[in-house]
C-alpha cells in the first residue's frame, strides 16, 4: 500500500502487475513454443526405422509437457515476486532530495538532489501504450540513476503530475539552498526565459531531402538482410545442399526470395523514418525544451536550460553532401537504460539546413548564459 503522501497524490497502477506478468509470461512462453519446435524438427530428422521415431516423439511430448508444467509453476511464483515487489515499492519527494526505493530481496534506495538532475523525461513501451501506463525518468550524471532513477507504471495524470513536480523543484521551487550572492544574500532567481521568436520543430522542420539521406540508410540495411539471407541460402564449403534446399526452395527461387527480402527491409525501414519524422517534435519553453519521439515506443525528454554542457553541430558525409545538418544539445547526464535500450542523453534536432543548425546553435548559447553559467559550463 502507499506509504507516502507522494504514492498517494500519484499512485502506481495496478495495471502494473499486469503488465509485468505479461511480459515475463510472454517470454517463457516464446521459450517453451521454442523448445517445442526444436522438438519437432530432430523428431522430423533424426527418426530412424524400426521405432526409433516413436520413441524420440515420446521422449519429446514428454519433454515439452515438463516445460510447460515448469513454466507454470514459474508463474505463479512470480505472481507472488511482483506483489512483493510492487507492495515494497517507495518514492517520495523532500525539499532538496527525490527518493525511489524498490526490489524484494536486495532492495535499492537512491537519493537524487534536484539541483543535479540533468532531465526528466517520460516513456513507454508498445506494452504501456496498450495498457495506458508511463515511465517517469530522472537522470543525473551517475550511471546509477539510468538504472534506478525512474517511476514506472503510473497513468497519465499521475506521470504528468510526477513529472510537473520535478521540473518545478528543478526550476528552485520549495527548493532549499538557493545560491549565495557575493554579499552573502540568496542571489536573484533567474527568470524564465523570453525568445524573440518561436523556437519549435515548426519553426525549424526537418528539411524534406532528409529522407535523401534515410533512403540511403534503408538500402544499406536492406542489403545488410540480403547479404544475411543469401549467408544462409547457398551451402557452406564442405556441403552440397544448404538450409533453404532442405525446405524446398532452390534455384531462381532462392534469388526471388533475397530480392523480396532487400525489397521488404529497405521499404520498411523507410516507412519507419517516415512514421518517426511525423512524431517528432520539439519546442523551447521558458524554462527546458521539450522533446518527444518514437514510432512504436515513445518518449518526451525536458532539458532545463541550466543543465546544458555543450551544443554540437555535426555532419556525417551524405549530410554534407545534402546541405544538413544535426544539432546536438549534451547535458551532463549519464545514458539511460530505458527497458533493454541504451538511451543517449541530450537531445537532436536532426534534418536542419545548415544556416538554420548554426541559428539554433546560437539560440541556445544565448539562452545558457542567461541561467547559471557556472553550472552550464557554457
Known amino acids: ?50 521405432g526409433a521415431g516413436s520413441s524420440l516423439s515420446t521422449i519429446t511430448y514428454s519433454s515439452v509437457g515438463m516445460a510447460l508444467f515448469l ?77 534506478e532513477a525512474h517511476i514506472d507504471g503510473v497513468e497519465h495524470e499521475a506521470a504528468e503530475g510526477l513529472k510537473n513536480l520535478l521540473l518545478t523543484r528543478i526550476q528552485g521551487g520549495s527548493v532549499v539552498g538557493t545560491p549565495q550572492s557575493a554579499g ?21 522542420p526537418i528539411a524534406g531531402t532528409w529522407l ?8 544499406i540495411m536492406g542489403l545488410v538482410w540480403a547479404g544475411l539471407v543469401t549467408y544462409i541460402a547457398f551451402p557452406r564449403r564442405n556441403s552440397s545442399v ?21 525489397c521488404v527491409a529497405s521499404i520498411l525501414q523507410f516507412v519507419y523514418f517516415l512514421i518517426w519524422r511525423r512524431t517528432y517534435s520539439f519546442e523551447f519553453l ?40 544535426t544539432v546536438n544539445i549534451q547535458n551532463a547526464a549519464a545514458a539511460q537504460m530505458v527497458g533493454k535500450t541504451l538511451v543517449q542523453s541530450g537531445i537532436n534536432v536532426p534534418g536542419q539546413p545548415l544556416d538554420q543548425a548554426n541559428k539554433l546553435s546560437d539560440i541556445v548559447k544565448n539562452i545558457t548564459l542567461t541561467k547559471n553559467p557556472t553550472q552550464t559550463g557554457l
Not at 187 to 199: N, Q, R, S, T, Y
Not at 212 to 219: G, H, I, R
Request: aromatic share 12%; net charge positive.
Open 242 to 262: 544448404s538450409l533453404l534446399d532442405m525446405v524446398g526452395l532452390g534455384g531462381s527461387r532462392i534469388w526471388f526470395l533475397i530480392v523480396g527480402v532487400f
Open 184 to 204: 552573502g544574500a540568496p542571489a536573484a532567481a533567474m527568470g524564465p526565459v523570453h525568445l524573440a521568436e518561436e523556437v519549435s520543430s515548426k519553426a525549424y
Open 71 to 147: 513454466v507454470i509453476v514459474c508463474i505463479g511464483v512470480y505472481a507472488l515476486y511482483v506483489k512483493a515487489y510492487i507492495r515494497r515499492y517507495y518514492y517520495d519527494a523532500n525539499d532538496n532530495f527525490v527518493t525511489i526505493k524498490k526490489g524484494v530481496f536486495a532492495p535499492t534506495e537512491i537519493h537524487v538532489q534536484y539541483q543535479k538532475i540533468q532531465d526528466v523525461y517520460v516513456d513507454q513501451d508498445i506494452l504501456d501504450r496498450i495498457m495506458g501506463l508511463y515511465d517517469v525518468h530522472i537522470a543525473s550524471a551517475t550511471a546509477t540513476s539510468g538504472m
Open 286 to 325: 521558458p524554462e527546458y525544451i521539450v522533446m518527444r519521439s518514437g514510432v512504436i515506443a515513445r518518449s518526451e525528454v525536458h532539458l532545463p536550460y541550466r543543465t546544458v554542457q555543450d551544443v554540437v553541430v555535426k555532419q556525417g558525409i551524405i549530410e554534407r553532401l545534402l546541405g544538413l545538418a
Open 1 to 50: 500500500m502507499p506509504s507516502t503522501p507522494l504514492q498517494v497524490q500519484y499512485p502506481l497502477s495496478p495495471r502494473k502487475f499486469w503488465k509485468k506478468m505479461i511480459e515475463k509470461t510472454t517470454l517463457w512462453l516464446t521459450l517453451l513454443f521454442g523448445f517445442s519446435v526444436a522438438g519437432v524438427i530432430a523428431f522430423i530428422f533424426l527418426q530412424r526405422p524400426g
Open 212 to 219: 535523401v539521406q534515410q533512403a540511403v540508410t534503408s538500402l
